[in-house]
């Protein structure tokens, strides 16, 4: 037994695919002082230079869909850290990225990130089994912003084994190319085994800053898988409607997959939908909301409908705090979008819209990720699973803890066990005194003495070459491991 769940008829994906492409090449898409420009003009595209806008016509989008693998490799420092995008393969984790606030589980003051956080949130993060990728989570604001993206760059790849994610837009994109053939040995190994992976955000709607794009295209050359994320607004940047918000976020992604492609034929893309809604009674934008899951959703049906892979904020909750909302918000939409099963879910770790990093929800997340995973496994119906011989073993008022195949399968995985959710007795409960918050606060403490005696993820010489073009102090590193 699987959980399969369908959002969209045939006919409305098409329709969906066939209308965010008319507005392509009618519409067009703006990349005012991209280099991609005259590239469009040259396949075919209606190239308007003052504006930078490029009408993109139907024959090129598709070429360009044509372009992009469904499946390859995230990769991370061994084999064993590896993820694979595919259409058979099921979905995966990530965090969300440069959030300027933590909300400080030591004092509970939210206040501006630091670099601080940035250690201790990837090198939680790098611990937690449910967790498959890793993003920039964290701005360390408190690094001058001239020095600050080589400082998080050098941080994360000496704090994690899994695949990193850069999140804002590098300014050093040589550096950037140097730190992939560090990590990989050379661009050739790079390209097999992409370690680093960046984001390209739309700036909706329907354009995308020219400089910005440049960037990931000379990225994606080398082999840089490009996540495209299209942030829209229902009812502010986008239509009000849901089915209209997927069209335009479609097209945003349709637009730059087809310049990067044209620039860089073959660039691993993926299609990232992040929309949420805006509260017309509140102002506010709301990236928790039902809408947001079933937008969540139609994209990802209507993203692998057209062969490319797909991200969704699944792990979203609008709440201030980690209480009531942020529970049923994140499992909700989770739960929804994962219907979809698409090939990554983002959000772990946040809460407030993605605008605050709060340290013990992402161990609770992992919870979360655990159960939604349960939910969306297999479960096995077999002539030993249906236990005809057990039940008669059993017989009327027997019982089934003595049976060896009942601890033989709670062994292998049959129930899932909880770390964080407490299932005790209410008594024993009032005895024990903690909270599920307790228990995650505990848990990252835990987890952080622990990370203490561990070594950066890179030999020696791998560190000192990072080091020097992130200007960075080596030693400095090697010494706090072994304080």
């Known amino acids: 037994m699987k959980a399969k769940t369908t959002w969209l008829a045939e006919s409305e994906k098409s329709r969906i695919a066939d209308q965010a492409i008319e507005l392509l090449a009618g519409t067009g898409m703006r990349f005012a002082g991209s280099k991609v420009l005259p590239l469009l003009a040259a396949r075919g595209a209606e190239v308007d230079e003052a504006t930078g806008i ?9 070429w360009a869909l044509a372009q992009c693998p469904r499946s390859f490799v995230m990769a991370g420092a061994t084999a064993a850290d590896d993820v694979v995008l595919g259409a058979d393969e099921p979905f995966h984790f990530t965090p969300s990225g440069c959030v300027a606030k933590t909300l400080d ?25 449910q ?4 993003w920039t989570q964290v701005s360390a604001t408190d690094v001058p912003l001239e020095r600050r993206e080589l400082v998080e760059y050098f941080t994360m790849l000496t704090e994690t084994s899994k695949h990193v994610t850069f999140v804002d837009c590098p300014n050093e994109v040589g550096a950037v190319i140097r730190i992939c053939e560090v990590v990989s040995g050379d661009l050739d190994s790079f390209r097999e085994r992409p370690r680093i992976s960046t984001v390209v955000t739309a700036a909706s709607p329907l354009q995308v800053e020219g400089p910005v794009l440049d960037v990931h295209i000379a990225l994606a050359a080398r082999g840089v898988p490009v996540e495209v994320y299209s942030m829209t607004i229902a009812g502010a940047t986008s239509p009000v409607t849901l089915a209209g918000t997927v069209v335009q976020g479609l097209a945003e992604f ?14 691993k893309l993926v299609f990232c939908f992040g929309s949420g809604v805006l509260d017309m009674l509140r102002t506010t934008f709301s990236l928790g909301c039902v809408e947001s899951a079933l937008m969540g959703a139609m994209a990802t049906e209507v993203g692998h409908y057209l062969g490319v892979p797909t991200l969704n904020p699944g792990l979203s909750t609008d709440s201030k705090h980690p209480g009531l909302q942020t529970g049923y918000e994140k499992a909700l939409k989770v739960a929804t979008v994962c219907g979809a099963n698409p090939d990554i879910v983002s959000g772990w770790g946040l809460i407030d819209s993605h605008n605050t990093m709060y340290l013990p929800q992402s161990v609770v997340d992992n919870e979360i990720a655990a159960m939604v995973r349960r939910l969306h496994g ?13 039940i008669a073993k059993a017989g009327p008022g027997g019982g089934y803890l003595g049976q060896k195949d009942t601890a033989r399968r709670i062994r292998a995985g049959e129930h899932l066990q909880p770390s964080v959710s407490n ?12 909270t599920e918050s307790d228990v995650a606060n505990a848990a990252v403490e835990r987890i952080l003495a622990a990370r203490a005696a561990k070594q ?9 070459e990072l080091a020097a073009i992130c200007k960075m102090d080596a030693d400095g590193v090697r010494r706090a491991r072994r304080a």
């Not at 939210?110 to 993060?125: G, I, K, M, Y």
């Open 254 to 267: 349709l637009g730059v997959a087809t310049a990067l492609q044209v620039a860089a034929p073959g660039a």
């Open 456 to 464: 950066p993820y890179l030999d020696d010489g791998q560190l000192d």
């Open 105 to 129: 589980f030591r004092t509970g003051v939210r206040r501006p990130s630091t670099l601080q956080d940035l250690r201790e949130c990837t090198a939680v993060l790098d611990e937690l089994p």
């Open 378 to 390: 297999e479960v096995e119906v077999s002539a030993a699973t249906l236990a005809g011989e057990s």
């Open 423 to 434: 299932r005790l007795s209410y008594d024993k409960w009032v005895e024990e005194g903690l």
């Open 131 to 134: 967790l498959d990728l890793m």
């Open 54 to 62: 490029a009408r993109l016509p139907r024959e090129l989008v598709e």
